[in-house]
């Protein structure tokens, strides 16, 4: 839980961009342009940072060792409100991590000096009471990462039907929705429970006899209790955790089998596990609107979606998500500027190698119509998956 803000243009001095690469491809426009000039003096390098006007607005002496992080730290007295700096040069953006000898910057070279512009759920972050406030700068970029990683263990729908059929899995997981929910586990479990195995069956490496699925599911189950941190589990239901997932299979498996079933899917996943889904992503998504009505009715949406793995694995997990709370906002009769929120939110994943903002604005409103349709379907019994 990418990034695709269109770059705002003029040629004052420090104009912001919403999207670092795009201004990158955008090289040769007055965006935000500030001009350095590094020139090389034996192990020192002189940066002389001015504006597009020429207009000179710093002096700093560098080390090609220096890491990009701390020349921008020396810079921020450029820093604006709801900005990051960033240091472009040669089309390339100076990464942090790396030093500016690494970067090729060595003599004098012409730079930008770019401050792109936080998204709204990472300014929200920001401005919360609590711990979390500190990882407001690393928020745009796990989201991104969220998405991206989420984009690659996709299932292979085509292999999850040859797997197990659309009714069979209907089944299993409106039977894992009443068995989690008796074990006290909510919606974020059933998601991450039900994509590790889809993704497992879809792999195809080793056929899976429908009646031993129950094995996989306690097993999934484990991966997904492991992957949780403290604060999701009070240490009542960590006593009863072996005793409820041998619960869960209704004492059929020794618990040297479900691990032995955990270690099949791990090793069929390649160990990708913690994959971002509709829910988690509901959870970010729903950070700025305390509308729990709302929340809860999208969660129902995105229970129906896991129902048919075309709309499960037709959409990206933000674009399910932002879907679902709009819809459940309307729903609601809830004020217009809360529905702005959700797609603004959603932007916050997505970036100009994916796709416009309008783009994806406008895949967000043809999901939720296609999850009320789902949902309308559903309740009349006609679903495809019977």
Excluded at 187 to 210: E, I, M, N, S
Excluded at 324 to 352: I, K, S
Aim: proline share 3%.
């Amino acid at each position: 839980m990418k990034h695709f803000f269109a770059a705002q243009t003029g040629p004052h001095v420090g104009a912001e961009v919403q999207n670092e690469d795009a201004f990158v491809a955008g090289a040769g426009l007055e965006i935000g342009r500030s001009r350095s000039m590094l020139t090389s003096v034996s192990d020192t390098i002189e940066l002389f940072v001015t504006s597009a006007g020429g207009e000179q607005l710093g002096h700093i002496s560098c080390k090609p060792s220096d890491k990009v992080v701390k020349v921008k730290r020396r810079l921020q007295h450029q820093a604006v409100d709801g900005c990051e700096i960033q240091l472009v040069a040669s089309k390339s953006i100076l990464r942090d991590r790396c030093s500016l000898q690494s970067c090729g910057v060595v003599e004098s070279v012409e730079a930008q000096l770019v401050r792109v512009r936080q998204s709204t759920l990472s300014r929200h972050v920001a401005q919360l009471q609590d711990g979390s406030a500190a990882l407001a700068s690393l928020a745009d970029a796990i989201l991104k990462s969220e998405r991206a990683a989420s984009d690659r263990a996709r299932p292979d729908i085509g292999g999850l039907r040859q797997a197990i059929s659309l009714q069979s899995r209907a089944e299993l997981i409106c039977w894992m929705a009443k068995a989690l929910r008796l074990m006290r586990f909510d919606f974020q479990v059933l998601h991450g429970v039900t994509l590790t195995l889809d993704r497992f069956l879809a792999c195809g490496l080793a056929p899976v006899d429908v009646s031993e699925l129950q094995k996989f599911v306690a097993a999934a189950v484990c991966t997904e209790m492991k992957m949780a941190s403290a604060e999701d589990w009070d240490s009542h239901t960590q006593s009863l955790i072996t005793e409820r997932i041998m619960h869960l299979c209704q004492g059929r498996y020794t618990m040297p089998e479900i691990l032995h079933a955990e270690y099949q899917i791990l090793s069929a996943t390649n160990f990708v596990v913690g994959v971002l889904t509709p829910m988690s992503a509901l959870n970010a998504l729903g950070m700025r609107i305390k509308d729990e009505e709302a929340k809860d009715l999208a969660g129902l949406l995105l229970f129906v979606s896991l129902l048919d793995p075309d709309v499960a694995y037709g959409y990206a997990p933000p674009i399910l998500a932002g879907a679902a709370l709009r819809a459940a906002l309307q729903a609601w009769r809830r004020p217009p500027e809360l529905l702005e929120f959700v797609t603004e939110d959603v932007l916050c994943y997505f970036d100009d190698d994916c796709a416009s903002g309008s783009c994806v604005s406008e895949t967000v409103r043809d999901c939720e119509e296609v999850l009320l349709e789902l949902w309308v379907s559903s309740s009349q019994g006609s679903g495809r998956w019977g």
